[in-house]
């Protein structure tokens, strides 16, 4: 379990984290969202004792992270798959670390195994791919078969397959009961991969709860209806409270009621109906609402 209460961090008159308070829990994915700029990497790089707090705390299982020996048995992390010795091949990158933490060595052979490197193991890591670098980083943090784990932008550089294999390692990982913890600017991808998300902007915490509240709180779910007479439609629609507009090939795409009332109200001034289809707002539609206010370098409109 990871635990932040009231974590702060500033730069002179900079404040990067603000106030932060939120707890992530075993057994589940959570994702961490916010824009550009709003913390999340300070964040992760204080919970690994890379940054001090100016204010405030942050533990693993009650401790904080620096004050624990051979600390990739207790949490594994990937922050930035760069961030590596170019020379040195991936056995050896990981058999220096396994050293360091007391790891038995055949866990090198192992993790490069489980993350598809095996028949790479002795390259030079200067000769790989970033999806490869990514991998690598991923074994390097389950090198310890720890039972908490951090990402920050896993995804980067992997391809559709690699995607879907992270996907499923995220789960695998979490049924395990381990925590995890995934730091992304992809809101697609998190539809798919979190259960639980923890949203930040200019250093603050937005949101805390499950991936379906955090959709439902952009209320702009849509009905996509096709019918015999749109027009006519339309305007019993618009007088019930709905907004209405076209779509294509003659659809329209409503907001403001739902599939059941519409329906409803079809059948009261029979009209016929040949499609309803209803849609949720999506995860970055979601995001995009709720950190409109939160983004420190919105683009202009095109001139």
Known sequence: MIEI????????????????????????????????????????RMILGLDTPTGGSATVAGVPFANRPRGLRHV????????????????????????????????????????????????????????MKQRLGIAGALLGDPPVLLFDEPLNGLDP???????G??????????TVFVSSHMMAEMEHTADHLVVVGRGRLIADESLPAFAARAGRGTVTVRA??????????????????????????????????????????????????????SLEEAFMDLTADSVEYPAGEPR
């Open 5 to 44: 209460e009231r974590l702060t961090k500033r730069y002179g008159a900079t404040t990067a984290v603000d106030q932060l308070t939120f707890t992530v829990r075993p057994g589940t994915v959570t994702g961490f969202l916010g824009p550009n700029g709003a913390g999340k990497s300070t964040t992760l």
């Open 76 to 131: 594994g992390a990937l922050l930035d798959a760069g961030d590596v010795h170019g020379g040195r091949s991936a056995r050896a990158h990981l058999s220096a670390l396994a050293r360091s933490n007391r790891i038995p060595l055949r866990r090198v052979d192992e993790v490069l195994a489980e993350v598809g490197l095996g028949k790479a193991a002795g390259r030079r890591i200067g000769g790989y791919s970033l999806g």
């Open 161 to 167: 397959e690699g995607v879907l294999w992270v996907r």
């Open 169 to 178: 390692l995220f789960r695998r990982l979490a049924a395990e009961g381990r």
């Open 228 to 281: 015999a007479e749109p027009d006519r439609l339309a305007a019993v629609l618009t007088a019930a409270g709905a907004a209405v507009r076209p779509g294509p090939d003659g659809a329209l795409a409503v907001t403001g009621v739902d599939a059941t009332r519409i329906g409803e109200l079809a059948l009261e001034h029979r009209l016929l109906l040949h499609a309803l289809t209803p849609r949720g707002a």
